[in-house]
Nanobody, 115 residues
Framework: QVQLEESGGGLVQPGGSLRLSCVVS????????WGWYRQAPGKQRELVAA???????NYADSVKARFTISRDNFKNMVSLQMNSLEPEDTAAYYC?????????WGQGTQVTVSS
């Protein structure tokens, strides 16, 4: 069984930064993709950033050049550095890992960008 525990959300002013972290625990699995998704009220959940085992990254157009996804193998942790935050980034952010044959999700952490 895989468990994901997120941290790092909160309230930040426009232009500010936050760093989200997700610790992955469990055994008997092999992750091929780590990712962060977000869901704003009334909207569908969307991919923010993804990182494959091979090191390839994929970002939503709206966050390119502002957000960076990274992984710490020793801590079994994936992080999302978010800079130049905008009110439109306000959402619940979810950590996601993809294994064969299923995905696992964290419980979500709220990010609110407001002055």
């Amino acid at each position: 069984q895989v468990q994901l525990e997120e941290s790092g959300g909160g309230l930040v002013q426009p232009g500010g930064s936050l760093r989200l972290s997700c610790v992955v625990s469990g055994s008997g699995f092999s992750i091929h993709t780590w990712g962060w998704y977000r869901q704003a009220p009334g909207k569908q959940r969307e991919l923010v950033a993804a990182l494959t085992r091979g090191g390839s990254t994929n970002y939503a157009d709206s966050v390119k050049a502002r957000f960076t996804i990274s992984r710490d193998n020793f801590k079994n942790m994936v992080s999302l550095q978010m800079n130049s935050l905008e009110p439109e980034d306000t959402a619940a952010y979810y950590c996601n890992v993809k294994t064969t044959p299923r995905d696992y999700w964290g419980q979500g952490t709220q990010v609110t960008v407001s002055s």
